[in-house]
């Protein structure tokens, strides 16, 4: 069945703004190397994350509430369950960044030794998770079952290769431990929570693809993959500030 306007629209807008993201991380890794301006970085990783907030994590339906909706309706219920949402991200957002001020304030402009190559590649990995999970939600939302499990199913792994880069390489390759110093300490600090989240976000995804096997999502109600994709997200907002303040801002240790 070919896809509605509607759908081909949010389709090709979701895929617009991967290539704008993909394109800010390349031209990002090659101010970091070529100049030293940690401002560009920032006004980058700031366009960055409005594009994530706006397009992919969709903040305007925080205002989308019907004020005169049945508090027992679907409609309502769904609204409350979207401030909800955002509350408990913008709280877990204190504690990011406070880690994010504890690097600034006790690493200045130095950063600890990394594997520069694996960084970016991490960071490819976990953008590219939500293009998929942005696809995986479009589908569901315009009842394309089959794109929506292909998508999330895709996200899901690469969470998992996510995982396995930050943890299982580049912790076991770094020079140095948490207890080596201020350095280190930061490092496993802001990996090892930022990690956490992802992990926890792997298992919603899994839970919400095993429920979309069994078939309990519709177009008109589909919360859960929703807020989902808003959590997925999220994380990744985290680490696009993350990521500059680990590996490009600043001279080596």
Not at 18 to 29: K, R, Y
Not at 88 to 115: H, K, M, Q, W, Y
Not at 210 to 217: D, E, P, V
Request: proline share 2%; with cysteine; net charge neutral.
């Amino acid at each position: 069945m070919p896809a509605s306007p509607e759908k081909s629209s949010a389709l090709r807008m979701g895929l617009l703004i991967f290539l704008g993201l993909a394109v800010l991380t390349a031209l990002e890794f090659a101010m970091a190397i070529l100049l030293a301006f940690w401002q560009l970085l920032l006004l980058v990783s700031l366009f960055k994350a409005g594009l994530v907030l706006y397009y992919y994590m969709h903040v305007s339906r925080l205002f989308e509430a019907d004020q005169d909706a049945d508090h027992e309706s679907y409609a309502y219920r769904l609204a409350t369950n979207r401030i909800g949402l955002w509350l408990f991200l913008v709280s877990d957002a204190f504690i990011f960044g406070g880690l994010l001020i504890s690097r600034i304030n006790l690493l200045g402009l130095t950063r600890p030794e990394l594997n520069q190559v694996l960084g970016l590649s991490v960071t490819s990995v976990l953008l590219i998770s939500s293009f998929f999970m942005n696809r995986a939600e479009t589908a569901m939302a315009h009842g394309d079952r089959r794109q929506f499990i292909r998508g999330i199913g895709v996200t899901l792994f690469l969470g998992m290769l996510f995982l396995a880069g930050v943890v299982g390489v580049e912790w076991q390759i770094a020079a140095f431990g948490p207890g080596d110093g201020v350095a280190g300490a930061i490092f496993y600090a802001m990996t090892g929570f930022h990690a956490f989240h992802v992990l926890t976000g792997v298992i919603f995804l899994m839970v919400v693809l095993r429920n979309g096997l069994r078939g309990r999502y519709s177009v008109e109600k589909h919360w859960a993959v929703e807020a989902c994709a808003v959590y997925w997200h999220f994380v990744d907002v985290v680490w696009i500030f993350f990521y500059p303040a680990l590996y490009l801002i600043g001279t080596v240790l």
